[in-house]
T-cell receptor, first 112, second 113 residues
Framework: NAGVTQTPKFRVLKTGQSMTLLCAQD?????MYWYRQDPGMGLRLIHY???????AKGEVPDGYNVSRLKKQNFLLGLESAAPSQTSVYFC???????????FGQGTRLTVV | DAKTTQPPSMDCAEGRAANLPCNHSTISGNEYVYWYRQIHSQGPQYIIHGLKNNETNEMASLIITEDRKSSTLILPHATLRDTAVYYC??????????????FGKGTLLTVNP
């Protein structure tokens, strides 16, 4: 039981490049979330999903897209990376609205 | 979701109880209080949650006031490993836009030797 796994753990991008961050969970959870955390700040919700095939915008969705084609995977895409997207990205999942969320260990992304 | 207010930082001596307050004066009847913590740069970790009754588990106790406008997370015997940012979150479990799990800035608890 791996829990929530984020891939990759580290990445450096050049401005304008694109990439996809993968979040995988093996707990059969319905809800999945993507957050970003900038230095000295709390977590800010980017997008979330309440089930396979559904996604919704969080607090800071601009510049990101997501997909939830399979229940166990939640993908976060950056189409044209900008230095302002340099951050640590966390994924989380939970079974339903009544239970605790489990977080991945984060992806540290630097855009130069 | 109701907003929460937490002190930005607190100190606690090792071995003593750490009492972390959270104000959520606009909480509604179907909203729960959740506590998470984040140690250094790791992913946040769930601690405890409650609706209106006090709750206790192996990690901590949660005391919610009778009017539910504030709560206190209690770590009964703080250790150096409890140094972390603690987040208080208020959210409904009844669906709609409240599927979101929104974090504030939290309280940095520093446990001193």
């Amino acid at each position: 039981n791996a829990g929530v796994t984020q891939t990759p753990k580290f990445r450096v991008l050049k401005t304008g490049q694109s990439m996809t961050l993968l979040c995988a969970q093996d707990m059969n959870h319905e809800y999945m979330y993507w957050y970003r955390q900038d230095p000295g700040m709390g977590l800010r919700l980017i997008h979330y999903s309440v089930g396979e095939g559904t996604t919704a915008k969080g607090e800071v969705p601009d510049g990101y897209n997501v997909s939830r084609l399979k229940k166990q995977n939640f993908l976060l895409g950056l189409e044209s990376a900008a230095p302002s997207q340099t951050s640590v990205y966390f994924c989380a999942s939970r079974l339903d609205g009544y239970t605790e969320a489990f977080f991945g260990q984060g992806t540290r992304l630097t855009v130069v | 979701d109701a907003k929460t207010t937490q002190p930005p930082s607190m100190d606690c001596a090792e071995g003593r109880a750490a009492n972390l307050p959270c104000n959520h004066s606009t909480i509604s009847g179907n909203e729960y209080v959740y506590w998470y913590r984040q140690i250094h740069s790791q992913g946040p970790q769930y601690i405890i949650h409650g609706l209106k009754n006090n709750e206790t588990n192996e990690m901590a106790s949660l005391i919610i006031t009778e009017d539910r406008k504030s709560s206190t997370l209690i770590l009964p015997h703080a250790t150096l490993r409890d140094t972390a940012v603690y987040y208080c979150i208020v959210t409904s479990n009844s669906g709609g836009s409240n599927y979101k799990l929104t974090f504030g800035k939290g309280t940095l608890l520093t446990v001193n030797p």
